[in-house]
């Protein structure tokens, strides 16, 4: 009996960690780049910190996203 409530309880663990899946967004700059570009490539990177700051202002940026260099 204990086992399936430990299975029970599992399979309910793991269906609320797989409702709760975050996409992030990876977001590229640099000096080769235009702010131009979307900023969500290797390929197409922003130029500027201040397309950096104007995305992260404008509230596009959010929690788990990350910004590299």
Request: glycine fraction near 6%; hydrophobic fraction near 40%; aromatic fraction near 12%.
């Amino acid at each position: 009996m204990r086992f399936q409530s430990t299975v029970k309880f599992a399979i309910c663990a793991a269906l609320l960690f797989l409702t709760f899946h975050v996409h992030a967004t990876d977001y590229y700059v640099s000096v080769t780049g235009s702010n131009n570009n979307n900023g969500t490539s290797a390929s197409t990177p922003w130029q500027t910190l201040s397309k950096v700051e104007t995305v992260c202002n404008a509230g596009t940026i959010q929690p788990g996203d990350r910004i590299l260099f």
